[in-house]
């Protein structure tokens, strides 16, 4: 029985990735679009597009979830991820995913360890490294890496496929 493994890079400046037991990727944006906030001052947010995540979203896959970055410290990024979370909980939900059974949620920590060295510390370090590593494992998809700048959400799903196709 084949299985998909997709990565979810949480955010509105995220990415999924989708690997295949036959060795087929996949490496997309999060699809988001941009319109006016509900604050009295006019400014604008990104939100994620539920439709065209749900169209580009494979039936019967093991999914892992980033968990958001939460800082009171950040509101704005902390209120934009737990958005986009929602959104893709809700996105998942109505695809018919279950909670511990088909999606599951993993900090950024535990599939770093997997692929990029300890002595790598600082965001800008580690995106390069994500990019790199990436195009190593996935070169078919080194286009988009390099335009995207990191290899997350693709990592994410390997990470996936090493932990749950035994």
């Known amino acids: 029985m084949s299985k998909t493994y997709v990565g979810v890079d949480n955010g509105v400046t995220g990415s999924i990735g989708i690997i295949c037991s036959d060795g ?9 679009f941009k ?10 947010i ?16 093991i999914v892992l979830l980033e968990r958001p970055m939460v800082n009171p410290r950040a509101f704005t990024a902390t209120q934009s991820a737990l958005r986009a979370l ?11 995913y279950k ?11 535990a599939w770093q360890q997997e692929f990029i060295a300890s ?10 490294a994500s990019m790199e590593i990436g195009i190593q494992l996935f070169p078919n998809n080194e286009s988009f890496i390099r335009r995207h700048k990191d290899a997350d959400g693709l990592l994410i799903a390997e990470y996936a496929r090493r932990k749950y196709s035994k």
């Open 24 to 32: 087929r990727t996949a490496f997309i944006e999060t699809p988001v």
């Open 119 to 128: 002595e790598i510390i600082g965001h800008d370090e580690m995106k390069k």
């Open 86 to 96: 929602e959104a893709t909980l809700i996105v998942l939900e109505n695809l018919g």
């Open 46 to 61: 990104q939100r994620i597009n539920t439709i065209a995540i749900a169209n580009n979203f494979p039936k019967n896959a």
């Open 35 to 44: 319109e006016l906030s509900y604050t009295k001052e006019k400014q604008y």
């Open 99 to 109: 909670r511990d059974e088909s999606y599951f949620y993993i900090d950024s920590k």
